[in-house]
Nanobody, 131 residues
Framework: EVQLQASGGGLVQAGGSLRLSCAASGFTFDDYAIGWFRQAPGKEREGVSCISSSDGSTDYADSVKGRFTISSDNDKNMLYLQMNSLKPEDTAVYYC????????????????????????WGKGTLVTVSS
């Protein structure tokens, strides 16, 4: 069974840090791009960060550059997002995705939800940053 499970969300004060994890099962990352999205109430989904499983190249939304770091452990089928210097505007549901067939991080933010099959889009973990 294909599954992606994000964890690590919670309540943190502005300026604090959180580390999100995403455990993938039932498939391997192969050479596809994988990463994180977020959606805040009343706002559009945002592509936060992406990492290419083939060459390790990464991409970040401008809103998180310099504060967030994406990483993966392909042997363990794990994806991570280290979030530092958190701001109230980072408050959102964060979810991981490994859309099949998406080979590079270019255009990550525009990937339609469910691309490659909804099984490869995990359910989210809530991050709340208080001011």
């Amino acid at each position: 069974e294909v599954q992606l499970q994000a964890s690590g969300g919670g309540l943190v004060q502005a300026g604090g840090s959180l580390r999100l994890s995403c455990a993938a099962s039932g498939f391997t990352f192969d050479d596809y791009a994988i990463g994180w999205f977020r959606q805040a109430p009343g706002k559009e989904r945002e592509g936060v960060s992406c990492i290419s499983s083939s060459d390790g190249s990464t991409d970040y939304a401008d809103s998180v550059k310099g504060r967030f770091t994406i990483s993966s452990d392909n042997d363990k089928n794990m994806l991570y997002l280290q979030m530092n210097s958190l701001k109230p505007e980072d408050t959102a549901v964060y979810y991981c995705a490994a859309p099949r067939g998406f080979l590079s991080c270019g255009g990550w933010g525009a990937v339609p939800y469910g691309y490659g099959g909804t099984d490869y889009w995990g359910k989210g973990t809530l991050v709340t940053v208080s001011s």
